[in-house]
């Protein structure tokens, strides 16, 4: 028996207890944790007993919404402990702060964040479209120096804000250019065609980014897109819906990073872009064009 079954020992009942899944996301001073709704009433005892369990943590919030919207942020409720949201947060030898209340941030992709950061060469421009607080661009920046610069994107302004803060106390500011805005919008304005590498860590949206992520690639490159899929089939077949009129392509690897929901799962696959077809043969061989 763990200390938190013993510590929730006569306060919720064995059929309660089932219910209640242990796996809790701590990032620094905070814990998350997810209550089913039927014991929702039993939200303060279960976060006494995790703080009780944990005597690192300040405070214990219950998930009280998924997560949503373009910022993809999930609504908090504190159920124990004391103080907000505002956490600082170390992994993979990086330093991070942020409001989790604010912006997105999963501490499940931390491994996945180290395979990439390994592939990186030297002299390399990395563009990542959807940067959130720069998980993969600080760690990128700090532990591949000789990296030649990492332009990061974002349309929350809150999460841009604490990726530069975090760039700041990990020493790699002069690694990374910071942009806030629609990741299309800002590729169309600075970043066509500096890329050697592609971060598109978007699921859900994420194919209607590939023209503009192919408009920031250099001739040739790699991508690395992140989705939600059943199968590998389905990312398959995502990617050549996305891809095939339009560049030269292969994939070179995909795997699953982490569960997202029953049966369903974040798969990452990784594509070398060869080369980009040009604009009269993507028109040509559009369904329905007919070649006169
Ligand atoms: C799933 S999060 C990924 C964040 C980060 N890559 C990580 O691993 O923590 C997606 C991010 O994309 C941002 N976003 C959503 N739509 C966007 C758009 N059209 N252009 C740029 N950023 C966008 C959200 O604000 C959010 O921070």
């Not at 504190?78 to 604010?102: P, Q, S, V």
């Not at 996945?112 to 060469?121: D, N, S």
């Not at 169309?188 to 209607?208: F, S």
Request: glycine fraction near 6%.
């Amino acid at each position: 028996m763990t200390r938190f079954d013993i510590l929730l020992k006569g306060k919720l009942t064995p059929t309660e207890r089932k219910k209640l899944r242990t796996s809790l996301d701590i990032l620094g001073e905070i814990a998350i944790v997810e209550i089913p709704r039927e014991l929702s009433k039993r939200s303060s005892v279960i976060g006494t007993a995790i703080l009780k369990a944990n005597p690192q943590l300040r405070a214990v919030f219950k998930k009280a919404t998924p997560v949503r919207g373009e910022f993809r942020i999930r609504g908090l409720k504190r159920i124990a402990g004391k103080g907000g949201t505002l956490i600082t947060y170390r992994e993979n030898t990086c330093a991070f702060k942020f409001d989790i209340a604010k912006v997105f941030f999963t501490p499940r992709m931390s491994s996945e964040r180290l395979r990439v950061a390994r592939q990186i060469k030297n002299g390399e421009i990395v563009v990542d479209m959807f940067a959130g607080v720069g998980p993969f661009a600080i760690l990128i920046a700090k532990t591949q120096p000789h990296v030649g610069m990492i332009h990061v994107i974002d349309s929350n302004p809150e999460a841009i804000k604490y990726l530069l803060e975090s760039a700041s106390m990990n020493k790699i500011s002069h690694k990374i250019s910071a942009y806030i805005g629609d990741s299309r919008a800002v590729i169309e304005a600075y970043l066509i065609g500096i890329a050697d590498r592609i971060i598109m860590n978007l699921p859900l949206t994420e194919e209607q980014f590939f023209p503009s992520a192919l408009k920031t690639i250099k001739k040739s490159g790699i991508l690395h897109f992140y989705t939600f899929a059943k199968t590998e089939k389905e990312v398959q077949s995502k990617i050549r819906r996305s891809l095939q009129k339009r560049a030269i392509f292969k994939i070179l690897k995909i795997r699953k990073v982490r569960q997202y929901a029953p049966r369903i799962w974040n798969f990452v696959a990784d594509i070398r872009i060869e080369r980009k077809l040009n604009k009269s043969r993507q028109a040509a061989s559009r369904p329905g064009h007919i070649r006169s």
